[in-house]
């Protein structure tokens, strides 16, 4: 499974950014897409979550209300809209792809490159 991640940018806090991630190849083998991020100086860590054959969906504390995971199958693209943006946000966001488990938080088996997003104050 190959996955192209795009959307990132520089925007001011309390704007929007919508990121796409699109798969190719094996994707009939997906279970779950997921958006992680990495801060610089931090630990990458989990953002959200959708499960590709009927939609649930998880999110991070920090995200829960602000973000908004979805997907196209037909496209075999998902999307992670970010709302109400802070500082805090600011990170390469990498979407990645779980071909073992739905919804899980971790343990993902392919990646995407990253996107820079960045919230200025």
């Known amino acids: 499974v190959q996955l192209q991640a795009s959307g990132g940018g520089l925007v001011q806090a309390g704007g929007s950014l919508r990121l796409s991630c699109v798969a190719s190849?094996?994707?009939?083998?997906?279970?779950?897409m997921g958006w992680f991020r990495q801060a610089p100086g931090k630990e990458r860590e989990f953002v959200a979550a959708i499960s590709w054959s009927d939609g649930g969906t998880r999110y991070a504390d920090s995200v829960k209300g602000r973000f908004t995971m979805s997907e196209d199958n037909a496209k075999n693209r998902v999307y992670l809209q970010m709302n109400s943006l802070k500082p805090e946000d600011t990170a390469v966001y990498y979407c990645?792809?779980?071909?073992?488990?739905?919804?899980?938080?971790?343990?993902?088996?392919?990646w995407g490159q990253g996107t820079l997003v960045t919230v200025s104050s």
């Open positions: 190849g094996r994707t009939f083998s997906v279970y779950t």
């Open positions: 990645a792809a779980d071909v073992k488990a739905r919804l899980a938080e971790y343990d993902y088996d392919y």
